[in-house]
């Protein structure tokens, strides 16, 4: 690996500089073309083409963006047609390669009026050095994308970066739920610039050991009536680490623009550490935005309720911290993802 440092996770204002939570540092690597297996629909076209450095911002920024570039790696490029539509999903199964970075860039094209799924499943064992995948989504006038994210490598980094721009009236769904990983550099940043557009993302996870989870989502209200939408819910065990920077911005011209932010976080032990970062930035008056958290253990009369009914202190909170992983993996449009679910939380 390389002895410099790229700085990933930057908030757009610098708020809380005195608890150094505005960005991440870590090292810069050399990575591989990760050993993935792609599942294309036929609605879809898949090629390999040049890495498309600067189409599109996404959370992890610019110096993750330079890693992809140096490398000389082509990137996967996905498109569907005008007034398409796929029920059947895009699956993406990658696997870290032994004792390197295994890199995959993916680009998304869905046009006008088409609709699709994709799914995405991050494996590998302790024998690699990590892996790094990221996606940017276009999105036309009037599309429709949903995707599903799950992180399961039980390897020292992963990074998962997202983008999206979005025209008027189209809609993007992002699920994501994260399992395993010694330290894992997650986030999302969409552009709703065309009228209507829509974000909406539901996140889950399940932190325990010496494990860390440092994430950032931004969503930049540039169009009228634009909503986003953002539910992210977690547990954290034994010594776990999780930082969570959650941005809003309405632009000046947003008008009518709808933001909404909500954290929930169950603490299942004293030494876990919990960081939040609910940020808010406006530029036009006629605007809602919401946020709010929840952190902490439950309450007395919930856990009095509970424990009438039979159950003691461990059972309650091991069903609260199911619940809270069920919350997004019952909705996971694969059975076989699902198992593999069940079995890495049963490792």
């Known amino acids: 690996m390389k002895d410099n440092n790229i700085t990933i996770n930057q908030i757009p204002a610098r708020t809380y500089r005195w608890l150094s939570m505005n960005m991440a540092s870590v090292k810069s690597f050399d990575g591989v073309l990760a050993d993935a297996s792609f599942d294309v629909p036929i609605q879809w076209s898949l090629k390999d083409r040049s890495y498309s450095a600067g189409l599109m911002a996404t959370a992890l920024g610019s110096e993750f963006d330079d890693i992809f570039t140096s490398s000389n790696l082509n990137e996967k490029y996905l498109s569907i047609s005008k007034q398409t539509s796929s029920s059947q999903p895009i699956k993406l199964t990658c696997y870290a390669a032994d004792s390197k970075y295994a890199m995959i860039p ?3 094209d869905v046009e006008k009026n088409a609709s699709g799924t994709m ?3 991050l ?5 690699s050095a990590g892996m790094a995948v990221q996606v940017r989504i276009n999105l036309e006038e009037a599309s429709d994308f949903r995707l599903v994210c799950v992180a399961g490598a039980s390897v020292d980094n992963v990074f998962l970066d997202v983008g ?5 009236n189209s809609s993007f769904k992002l699920e994501q739920l994260f399992l395993k ?3 894992i550099y997650t986030g999302c940043r969409s552009d709703l610039i065309g009228d209507g557009s829509s974000f909406d993302t539901k996140i889950a996870y399940e932190v325990s050991g010496d494990d860390r989870l440092d994430m950032n989502y931004i969503v930049n209200h540039f169009g009228k009536r634009t909503l986003s939408d953002m539910i992210v819910s977690g547990v954290l065990r034994d010594n776990a680490y999780k930082l969570f920077r959650g941005t809003i911005d309405f632009k000046r011209g947003a008008k009518d623009a709808i933001g909404n932010e909500q954290e929930d ?5 004293d030494g876990v550490e919990n960081k939040t970062i609910p940020l808010i930035l406006c530029q036009e008056e006629d605007v809602e935005g919401n946020h709010g958290a929840t952190i902490g253990r439950l309450s007395e009369e919930l856990m009095f309720y509970m424990m009438s009914r039979g159950m003691n202190t461990e ?9 809270r992983i069920d919350s997004v993996c019952r909705n996971i449009p694969d059975a076989g993802i699902i198992e593999e679910i069940a079995g890495l939380r049963k490792s």
């Open 265 to 269: 976080v169950l603490l299942l032990d």
């Open 181 to 183: 990983g010694s330290h």
């Open 164 to 168: 999206t721009r979005q025209q008027a």
């Open 119 to 121: 799914i995405i499943f």
């Open 315 to 323: 059972e309650i909170y091991e069903m609260m911290a199911d619940a």
């Open 106 to 108: 993916v680009y998304v």
């Open 123 to 127: 494996g590998g064992n302790d024998s």
